[in-house]
C-alpha cells in the first residue's frame, strides 16, 4: 500500500506547487494588464499637468508678464501688487495639476512662483524707482543679469518629461 500512496502524495504535491506557480503567474499577468490599462488613460493626463504647468511657468516669466500686465498710471507699490497678484491667480488657476506631477517637479515650479515673487518684491524696493514704469523697467534689465526662475522650473519639467518615455 506504500508503494501505492508515495507516488500519489509526490505528484499530489508537484500538481500543488504547479498550480500554486499557475496561480501567482496569473495574477501578476492581471495586474500587468491593469497597470497597463491605467498608464494609458493615465498618461495623456499627466501630460496636460505638465503642458498646464510649462505654460504657467511662461506666463510667470518677467518678460511675458510684464508685456501682458501695464503699468498704467499706478504707483510702483501698486504695480508690484499688481504683478504678485497675477502670478498668484495663475498659480490658483493651476493647483490641482499637482496631483499628475512629482512632489520634486512640485516644489521645483513653486520655488520658481516664490523666486519670481521675490524678485519683483526686492527690485520696488528699490528707492531710486518712483513709479511703475521705471519699476518694469528695473525687472526687465534685472532679466539681462541672470536667468528668470521660471527657466528652472521649465527645464526641471522637460528632464521629468523625459523620464516618461
Not at 493615465?42 to 503642458?51: F, G
Not at 507699490?77 to 520634486?104: M, P, R, V, W
Not at 521705471?134 to 532679466?143: G, M, V
Request: positive net charge; proline residues 4%; contains cysteine.
Amino acid at each position: 500500500m506504500l508503494f501505492y500512496l508515495l507516488p500519489a502524495v509526490v505528484i499530489g504535491i508537484v500538481a500543488f506547487y504547479f498550480f500554486n506557480l499557475h496561480v501567482k503567474n496569473e495574477e501578476k499577468r492581471r495586474r500587468f494588464l491593469l497597470h497597463k490599462e491605467n498608464q494609458k488613460q493615465a498618461l495623456p493626463l499627466r501630460l496636460q499637468a505638465y503642458e498646464r504647468m510649462t505654460l504657467f511657468l511662461e506666463r510667470i516669466a518677467p518678460s511675458s508678464l510684464l508685456v501682458r500686465v501695464k503699468p498704467g498710471k499706478s504707483s510702483k507699490g501698486d504695480y508690484a501688487s499688481l504683478l504678485i497678484k497675477t502670478i498668484e491667480q495663475e498659480f490658483e488657476h493651476n493647483l490641482a495639476q499637482q496631483i499628475y506631477i512629482s512632489d520634486e517637479c512640485w516644489n521645483v515650479i513653486k520655488a520658481s512662483k516664490n523666486a519670481t515673487i521675490a524678485n519683483i518684491r526686492k527690485t520696488s524696493e528699490k528707492e531710486e524707482i518712483e513709479d511703475a514704469a521705471q519699476l518694469r523697467q528695473h525687472i526687465l534689465n534685472s532679466l539681462l543679469e541672470q536667468q528668470p526662475p521660471s527657466e528652472t522650473g521649465l527645464s526641471y519639467i522637460k528632464r521629468e518629461i523625459k523620464t516618461l518615455w
